[in-house]
C-alpha cells in the first residue's frame, strides 16, 4: 500500500472516476492548465482535456449553478470553490437550488453534484483564506456534507460522493492537504457517506472532532494516555446526515463528551451534536458537555500572533480533556 | 447586433415555413392558456386556489419560441408565466390544474410548490423555484453538458425583464458565450418587477441591448406577435444547432394581470395604461391575422373556443377530484435513493 | 397606549426614525409607491419621498452591498429582502462584508446597517415563501440578529437596530405581522438588543423560544397551567448577541428545558441553546434538554396538509412539555 | 459608446492641463510604487513578508487616475493590486510596509488582513476584503449616499478584468446607471485571472463593451499611459461632479509578475509573452516621454531613484521594527460601541 498525502488521495480519487466514467468533469478557477491553486487536480487538464477540466470565469455562482445543469443533463460534474471563503456567492445556488431539486420535484430530478472546497486556517491565510463553512451548509436539509481527516478516508469517501445522487459538499482542510500522510490501497474502494469512525477506542471519555483538529485531539489523547486517562476520538466524517447512533452509543459508554471544531463556537456544528447528546444520551451523562472552537471573532487574522491565538492547539484540547476527566 | 422587428417582418410570406394547421395550432394553445389562466382567477375569487401567478399577455412569445424548439429533445426552464411554454411541450391542463390545486399527482411538485412552478422531467420541462433568475445557469450547465457530450440539444430559459438585475443573469449569459453553448435566453419584458418599472430596473431601452456585454446576438421582438417571435427563435435555434453559440431575445410583451393574485396593480400602474393593455392582446392580434389571411373562419375560432372551454371545464373537475398529498409523504424525498437511475458508472474499468 | 399589530408597529418606527434623523433611508424591492408586498412602508414614499424610499432593481447582492457602502458614507440604511427565501443572493454581503467590516478595519470603519427580513411560515407560502435563516446569521461574529415577537418589542427593537453602529438582521415573522396585536407607548422607547424577555413566568420548567413559535409557547403554557405544570416561556428576542445569563437562570430554577423553533431541527439555532446549557447548567439539569423545531426537510410544503404537517403546533409543544414535567 | 485611446490621445499637447512639476510627481509615485513593491518581493524570497501581490505594470493606471480624483474628498476602493493609488491617496509607504509585515499599527487592518488589502478612513480608503468584486457595490452605495445627501464626492473603484464575471459588478453597474451616481469603475485588465486568460473569461475584447448593457460610456484606455488614463478619468470626474452619471474605464495593463507570490506563471504563460511584458513597462515609457518633452533629465531620475530607495529602505526598517498585534488584541472590535460617532441622531425631533 503506497503512503501518500491526502491531497494525492484526492487527486488519485479523481483521476480515477474520470477514467471510469465520462460523465465526470471539473470546473472551478485555475483547476485547468495550473492544477488548482493547491495543485489537486495538476496533470488531469493533460489527461482528460479541456473540455472536461475546465476552467470557470471568475463566478462561483455560475460555477455551481452550470454544474447542477450538467447534473440534470446527465453529467457528474464536480465544481470547485478555490477557497470556503468564496463559496458565498454560490450560497443561493446551493442552498436554495442543489439542495431543494430532488424534494420540489416530488423526487423527479436529481442533482448527482460534488462541490470541493478546500477549508479551514493556520496556514497563514488571514481572514479570507482561512474559513470554516461547515454549520453554514451542515444545517441544510438535501445536502450531504463530508469532512474527511485522513488520505485514506477522502479518496474512498470522494468515490462515494461522486457516485451519490445527491448533492454533496465535500470539504477538504487545507492544511491536511500535506501535513497528514497515510496508506491508500492500489485496489478500488469506497468509504460511504454517513458512518462516523472511531480513529482511536477508549473508555474515559468520548472526544468528537473532523479535518485538522481531529488531529489534534488524537494528539492530545496521546498525551492523556501518558496520564492514564482513554480517551476515545471518534471522527465524525460525515456531517450530515449525522452518524448519530455511533456517537450516542459512545457516550453511554464514557459518558464524558468533549466537541471540538475549528470554526467559531457560538451557533457552529459542535452544538447540534451537544444537543443530540443532551436530549438522547442525558441519563448517560456524567459531565458537562463540553465544547471546543474557535473564538468568537470574525475570522482568522493574518498576524502570527493573532492567528496562533485563534487557533485551538493540541495543548488546549489535552487541558479540556483533563477538566473533563477530572470531574 | 440589435436586431429590430422590423427586419424580421421582412422575411418571408405570411406565417413563414408554417402550414395553415400549424398556425391554426399555435392559436389553439394560446386560447388554451388564456382560458386556464383565467379560469384560475375565477377560481382564487371562488377561495379554490390560493395562488394565481399569470401568463396572460405572454402567450404568443411563448407559443412563437415552443413551435421552433423540439419538444422532447430541446430542455425547457420556463419561469412562473410558461403557462403556454408548457402546455405545448405536454404538459396538460389538468395536470397543469393539479399544480394550482397542489394535489398529489401534481406532475411539477406534487403539491410542494406554489402553482406555477413548473417541472417534468418526461418533458424535459426543468424543475423552477422562485428565486428569480437561479434556473438561467442551470440553462448553461444544460448546454455546457450537451457540448461535452456532443449532443445536440438546446437549452430554452425564460425570465422577466427585472430579472436580468440579477447576477446569476450576468453571470451565466458570460459563460455561455465563452463556449458558445446552445442556449437560447428568452427575456419577457413586460415593463414591470411588480411594481417597479423598467425605468427604475434599467438605464437601457431594451434588454437586447445587454447582450453586447457578452458577445451574444441581441434581438428584441415584439412578443405580442407569435410569428415574430417564432421566426426569432427559429433562427436562434438554427444557430444554436451549428455550434454557433447562443442568442438573447427580448420578447416585449404586455402584464395584462397584476403582478400575481396577492398584488393590485392599481396602487402604482396609472388606470390609462391599465386600460391599453387590453389593446395589445396577443390573441386579439393572431385572431385578425389568421382571420385577414384566411387561415381561420369565424366558425372555426367558435369552435376553438368551445373545445378549450370544454378542456378547461374537464381539467378543473378532474383536478379538483383529485386527493392532496398525505401528510407523512412530507419526509419523501429528501434524499434521492443510493442506486437509482444515475447512480451506476458508465464506461470505463472500474 | 393605542393598540396595534406587529406590522403597524415596525411601520411607525421606521416613520418615527426617519422623520428624527435625514440619514435613515429605505431600500428595497417594491418598497416605494407599492409600500412593499407586506404594506410595512405603506406611505413612507409619499411622505418622505423618492430618494428616502428608494425601489431597487431586482437584486439582493446590490441592495445589501449598496446599503453598506450608503452606511461608511455616513447615512442610516435600512434594506428590505422581500422574503428571507432571497436572502441567499446577498450572503456573501451580509456575511463577508457587513459582518466583518468593523473586525477587518481593526475598528476603523462602521457598518451601521438593518436588513429587514420577512421570514417564516404557516401562511401558505411554499417552499420559497416560508423559510426561517437565522442560523445562517446567528452563526456569524460582527452580525447582530433580532426576532421579536411583538409590536411593542418590534417598534423597541427597530428602533435600538438603527441606531446600532453595527449590521443587524432583523427577522419579522410574516404570520404574525397582522395575527400579533398588542399595546405600543405613544412616547419614544427603546428596547435594546441583547437581553431576553421573561414573558410568562413559571417554576417547573423552561421554554426558550422567538418568533411565531414564542406565542404557541405561551398557549401551550397556558393549557399546561390548567394541568397544574408552571412553565417559564423565555422570549429570546435577540439571537445574536444571546442572553445566556437569562438562559442559565432560568435553567438552573427550573431545571428542564424545552427550545423550540420553525426552523429545521438538525444544525437550527436551537442546537445553540441546549449547548450552552449542557454545558454551562449541566449540573442543575433534572431532566434532558429537549428541543422542537420544524422537519429536516428542505422547506415548507405549498399543500395545506403537508404545511400542516410541518408546522409545530401548541399541542405538539404542550405535548413535549407535558413529557418533560412528567420526567 | 466605446471610445478608443487613439480619440483621447487626440486632445490638447503633452501633459494635458498638468504643470512639469506635476508630471514629475507622477512619475514618482510610480518609481515609488514600484520600489516598495520590488522591495517586498525581496523580503519575501528572504522569508520576510510572508505573501506578496503585486502592482507592478499597474502603475500608469493608478497615478494617472488618481491625480484626476480629488484626495480626502473623493471615496477610492482600489483592489490588491492598488499601491500606487493609496501611495497618492496619502497613505505612507512606511503604513504599506506594516500591512506587509502584518505589524498592530498597519492602518489598513492592524495586521489582521493580508498585506494590500488596504483602508483607511481619515484618508477615504474604503476598507478593502479578499472575495473579488464585493467592493463595487460599496462603491455605488457611497454614490447613492452622496446624491442623497446632494454632496459632490466621487466613488472611485478598481478591480480586474476577472473580476468583471462576478455578478456583483452587473449588479453594481446596473443600480449606478438608474439613478446616474458619481461612481467611476476602473478595470485594471492584464488579460489574466491567475492563470485564467481573458479569452476564457469573457467573449468580449475590451472591458468597456460592457457598459453598453447598462448605458454606462465604457472607455477603453492603455492603461500603461499614466497621461492618457490621467485624461479619461478627469472627464469621468468632470461627468460624475455635473450629476452625469458613472463611467467604466478599462485599463489595459500588463501583470508584470506571477498573480500572487505563491503562484508560479511558467505554468500557464508562455515564455515569449512573460519576456514581452518586459518591455511594456508603464515607467519606462513615461520616463522616455518625459525626457522627450524635456521635463526630465537624467540627473532629475536619478535624484528621485535614489530619493525613492532611501525611503523604501526607511519605511521597511521603521516597519520591521514595529511590534507584532498582542494575542488579546484578537478579541477587540468584534462590533463597534454603542454611542460611538455614529450613534447620535442626527437632526428631527427624537
Ligand atoms: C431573488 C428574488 N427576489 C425577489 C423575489 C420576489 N419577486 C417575485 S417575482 C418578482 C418580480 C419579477 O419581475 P420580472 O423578472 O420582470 O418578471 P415578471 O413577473 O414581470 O414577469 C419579484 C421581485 C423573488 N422571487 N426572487
Ligand atoms: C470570490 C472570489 N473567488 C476567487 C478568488 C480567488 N482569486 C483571487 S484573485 C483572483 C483572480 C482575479 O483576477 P482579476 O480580477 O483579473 O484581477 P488581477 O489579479 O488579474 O489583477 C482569484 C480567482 C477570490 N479572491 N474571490
Ligand atoms: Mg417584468
Ligand atoms: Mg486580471
Redesign the interface.
Known amino acids: 500500500m503506497p503512503e501518500m498525502n491526502l491531497l494525492e488521495a484526492i487527486r488519485q480519487g479523481l483521476d480515477e472516476m474520470m477514467a471510469a466514467d465520462s460523465r465526470v468533469f471539473i470546473f472551478g478557477e485555475d483547476v485547468g492548465k495550473r492544477g488548482g491553486v493547491f495543485r489537486v487536480t495538476e496533470g488531469l487538464y493533460d489527461k482528460y482535456g479541456p473540455m472536461r477540466v475546465i476552467d470557470s470565469p471568475l463566478a462561483e455562482s455560475v460555477i455551481v449553478g452550470a454544474c447542477i445543469g450538467a447534473a440534470m443533463n446527465d453529467m457528474l460534474p464536480i465544481a470547485e470553490i478555490q477557497f470556503a471563503d468564496f463559496i458565498a456567492p454560490a450560497f443561493n445556488q446551493i442552498v436554495q437550488e442543489a439542495a431543494r431539486i430532488h424534494y420540489r420535484s416530488n423526487g423527479d430530478w436529481e442533482v448527482p453534484l460534488v462541490i470541493r472546497v478546500p477549508y479551514g486556517g493556520g496556514i497563514h491565510g488571514a481572514l479570507y483564506h482561512s474559513q470554516s463553512v461547515e454549520a453554514f451548509f451542515a444545517h441544510v436539509p438535501g445536502l450531504k456534507v463530508v469532512t474527511p481527516s485522513t488520505p485514506y478516508d477522502a479518496k474512498g469517501l470522494l468515490k462515494s460522493a461522486i457516485e451519490d445522487p445527491n448533492p454533496v459538499l465535500f470539504l477538504e482542510h487545507k492544511k491536511t492537504y500535506r501535513l497528514i500522510k497515510g496508506f491508500v490501497p492500489e485496489e478500488d474502494y469506497r468509504v460511504p457517506i454517513g458512518p462516523a469512525d472511531i480513529k482511536r477506542p477508549g473508555e474515559d471519555l468520548s472526544v468528537f472532532s473532523y479535518g485538522l483538529m481531529l488531529h489534534y485531539c488524537l494528539e492530545a489523547a496521546q498525551t492523556l494516555a501518558a496520564e492514564g486517562v482513554s480517551v476515545e476520538v471518534i471522527d465524525l466524517r460525515t456531517l450530515r446526515p449525522l452518524d448519530t447512533e455511533t456517537i450516542l452509543a459512545s457516550v453511554r459508554r464514557t459518558g464524558k463528551v468533549l466537541i471540538v471544531h475549528e470554526d467559531n463556537l457560538f451557533g457552529g456544528f459542535g452544538g447540534e451534536v451537544a444537543a443530540l447528546i443532551a436530549e438522547h444520551a442525558f441519563e448517560y451523562l456524567d459531565g458537562p458537555v463540553m465544547r471546543i472552537g474557535g473564538p468568537d471573532v470574525p475570522a482568522m487574522p493574518f498576524a502570527h500572533s493573532l492567528e496562533a491565538a485563534f487557533m485551538p492547539s493540541p495543548a488546549s484540547i489535552a487541558a479540556a480533556m483533563r477538566r473533563l476527566a477530572a470531574y | 447586433m440589435t436586431v429590430s422587428i422590423n427586419e424580421i417582418s421582412a422575411s418571408p410570406g405570411f406565417g413563414h415555413d408554417l402550414p395553415p394547421h400549424k398556425l391554426r395550432d399555435m392559436l389553439r394553445y394560446m386560447l388554451l392558456a388564456r382560458a386556464l389562466d383565467e379560469r384560475m382567477w375565477v377560481l382564487n375569487r371562488a377561495g379554490k386556489a ?2 394565481v401567478i399569470s401568463c396572460q399577455g405572454h402567450e404568443a412569445a411563448q407559443v412563437g419560441a415552443a413551435f421552433a424548439l423540439s419538444r422532447g429533445k430541446d ?1 425547457i426552464l420556463p419561469y412562473y408565466r410558461g403557462l403556454a411554454m408548457v402546455l405545448v411541450m405536454g404538459m396538460t391542463p389538468t395536470e397543469v390544474m393539479l399544480g394550482l390545486f ?3 399527482t ?9 402553482p406555477a ?1 413548473y ?3 418526461r418533458l424535459k420541462i ?2 423552477q ?4 433568475g ?1 434556473q ?14 456532443g449532443g445536440d ?1 438546446i ?1 430554452w430559459v425564460s425570465f422577466g425583464e ?2 436580468t ?8 449569459l ?2 455561455t ?2 463556449h ?1 453553448l446552445p442556449v437560447i435566453f428568452q427575456c419577457e419584458n413586460n415593463e414591470y ?4 418599472h423598467q ?6 431601452a431594451s434588454v437586447a ?2 447582450g ?5 446576438p441581441g434581438i428584441s421582438v415584439d412578443g405580442t406577435d407569435v410569428l415574430a417571435v417564432y421566426e426569432v427563435t427559429r433562427r436562434a435555434v438554427e444557430r444554436a444547432r451549428r455550434g454557433d453559440g447562443p442568442t438573447l431575445i427580448e420578447a416585449r410583451v404586455v402584464r395584462m394581470t397584476a403582478h400575481s393574485s ?2 393590485n396593480d392599481r ?2 400602474r396609472p388606470p390609462h395604461e391599465i386600460a391599453l393593455v387590453r389593446h395589445q392582446d396577443p390573441i386579439v392580434r393572431f385572431v385578425a391575422q389568421l382571420r385577414e389571411h384566411g387561415i381561420l373562419s369565424e366558425a372555426d375560432e367558435q369552435a376553438m373556443r368551445a373545445e378549450v372551454a370544454a378542456i378547461v371545464d374537464q381539467a378543473t373537475e378532474e383536478a379538483e377530484r383529485a386527493p ?15 442506486r ?1 437511475r ?2 451506476e ?6
Chains 1, 3 share one sequence.
Open positions: 390560493p395562488f430542455f397542489a394535489r398529489a401534481d406532475p411539477s411538485s406534487g403539491g410542494r410548490q406554489m412552478h417541472g417534468c422531467r426543468v424543475t423555484s422562485s428565486p428569480v437561479t438561467i445557469p442551470h440553462a448553461v450547465g444544460i448546454g455546457l453538458a450537451e457540448k461535452i457530450k440539444a437549452a427585472g430579472t438585475s440579477q447576477g446569476d443573469f450576468h453571470e451565466a458570460n459563460l458565450a465563452v458558445r418587477a411588480i411594481s417597479v425605468r427604475q430596473q434599467m438605464a437601457v441591448d445587454r453586447i456585454a457578452y458577445g451574444i396577492d398584488d396602487t402604482y392532496m398529498p398525505e401528510p407523512e409523504t412530507l419526509y419523501d424525498h429528501v434524499y434521492a435513493p443510493p437509482s444515475r447512480h458508472l458508465r464506461g470505463g474499468t472500474n
